[in-house]
């Protein structure tokens, strides 16, 4: 009997990751030739890649425009590829810009959809809950509190946990950090995390080089940018102005934070791999104004940061839009810079919010789950992986 034909479809860098780590999961466990859009770490995991996901690639409201014609191709490619394989099972990760019409269209073929990693519409979108119901078989949410929010919808959800429970790990001490990238480990180091787009570097750069100007006066901290994948060191280049100086890491992320005092994180995933590491943190974000505009009408949450979601209260500052400016990231920097009480404070806090985010094994569990959701072979047992 032919392996059954599953389509994966992941947008983001950590879409990517998460969808490549589930699909290796799946094919193991079930035999299945995957296909679908991704990136280059679906590629290596050996999906079938008959979209790119850089070409969709948006953050924002309004900034989807720009990139409709290249949602709209594949959105078609995906739809036409699913009609002609006919898979048993369509799984959406993240992305629900994209993976909401793709469902649609999926949908009304017939193809059973299921979604890993939830959109955050409790946040943004809460009447769309009724429209997942009805597009989606099941549901899997890695935050604790989202379960309950999408059973009371209506929707089949289960909770699986967060699969960075898994991945993030710090591979250098503190000190061999500082001899790697040229830094004293005795001094203080701050860690830069400012996104990992283009858009998201051109709004946050200037206020936090600003701010290490001001910090930079006192020669005992240090700053690290962590370089996400996929940016070029030269980014960063043209904000080294007034005395701003940092040192650039590159594919050392986790290595970066668990090294620092303290970090300056934009608001998203690296909020939870701080969490994890046990980082304290100021959260930062700016969206363009526009989008800010529409998004204030949206969002039906006073707090923005996931970490501070995951806790139901502020336990990392949060600077938004026309709060993220350079005088008052100074002032949440050096609170934390110069009080070890404030900084042990958060870190209990912190692990507070690493306990509710699972055990660890997500990836197995999800996997499990949908495994158990394609139809059996004729001998009554899901095909097994050679």
């Known amino acids: 009997m032919a392996p059954p034909q599953i389509l994966i479809s992941a947008g983001e860098a950590s879409g990517d990751m998460y969808a490549a780590r589930l699909a290796e999961a799946l094919q193991k466990r079930t035999g299945a030739h995957v296909f679908?859009?991704?990136?280059?770490?679906?590629?290596?995991?050996?999906?079938?890649?008959?979209?790119?996901?850089?070409?969709?690639?948006?953050?924002?409201?309004?900034?989807?425009?720009?990139r409709l014609p290249a949602v709209w191709r594949a959105w078609r490619m995906l739809e036409r590829e699913a009609v002609r394989r006919k898979p048993a099972l369509a799984i959406t990760v993240d992305s629900p810009g994209?993976?909401?019409?793709?469902?649609r269209r999926l949908k009304k073929h017939g193809f059973r959809n299921v979604y890993f990693i939830s959109p955050q519409i409790w946040a943004w979108r809460p009447r769309r809950m009724r429209w997942i119901q009805r597009r989606f078989e099941r549901v899997l949410v890695i935050f604790p509190f989202e379960e309950e929010i999408y059973r009371k919808a209506g929707v089949?959800?289960?909770?699986?946990?967060?699969?960075?429970?898994?991945?993030?790990?710090?591979?250098?001490?503190?000190?061999?950090?500082?001899?790697?990238?040229?830094?004293?480990?005795?001094?203080?180091?701050?860690?830069?995390?400012?996104?990992?787009?283009?858009?998201?570097?051109?709004?946050?750069?200037?206020?936090?080089?600003?701010?290490?100007?001001?910090?930079?006066?006192?020669?005992?901290?240090?700053?690290?940018?962590?370089?996400?994948?996929?940016?070029?060191?030269d980014a960063f280049g043209r904000y080294e102005r007034n005395g701003a100086r940092w040192v650039l890491a590159e594919s050392a992320t986790y290595n970066t934070l668990a090294a620092a005092d303290c970090a300056i994180v934009s608001s998203g995933t690296a909020t939870v791999e701080a969490a994890l590491l046990g980082t304290p943190m100021v959260v930062v974000y700016r969206l363009s104004r526009l989008t800010a505009m529409i998004a204030r009408r949206l969002v039906t949450t006073?707090?923005?940061?996931?970490?501070?979601?995951?806790?139901?209260?502020?336990?990392?500052?949060?600077?938004?839009?026309?709060?993220?400016?350079?005088?008052?990231?100074e002032k949440e920097l050096r609170r934390l810079l110069d009080s070890p009480e404030a900084r042990e404070r958060q870190k209990r806090d912190l692990a507070a919010v690493r306990s509710?985010?699972?055990?660890?094994?997500?990836?197995?569990?999800?996997?499990?789950?949908?495994?158990?959701?394609?139809?059996?072979?004729?001998?009554g047992q899901l095909t097994e992986a050679l």
């Open 156 to 233: 089949t959800v289960s909770f699986v946990g967060h699969p960075l429970v898994d991945s993030v790990h710090a591979t250098m001490t503190r000190e061999e950090f500082a001899a790697r990238f040229g830094l004293d480990a005795k001094q203080q180091i701050v860690a830069i995390l400012p996104g990992s787009r283009p858009s998201e570097i051109r709004r946050s750069m200037p206020a936090i080089a600003e701010t290490c100007a001001r910090i930079q006066k006192d020669p005992d901290v240090q700053f690290v940018v962590a370089v996400a994948p996929g940016l070029k060191r």
């Open 302 to 329: 006073s707090l923005f940061a996931m970490v501070n979601l995951i806790s139901g209260r502020q336990v990392a500052p949060e600077l938004i839009q026309e709060k993220f400016t350079a005088s008052a990231l």
């Open 36 to 66: 679908g859009m991704g990136g280059p770490r679906m590629r290596e995991a050996g999906v079938e890649l008959v979209a790119d996901a850089s070409t969709i690639a948006v953050v924002g409201i309004t900034e989807v425009f720009h």
């Open 356 to 379: 509710k985010l699972g055990a660890g094994g997500t990836i197995d569990r999800a996997a499990e789950i949908i495994a158990a959701m394609l139809p059996p072979n004729p001998s």
């Open 98 to 103: 994209f993976n909401f019409g793709l469902a």
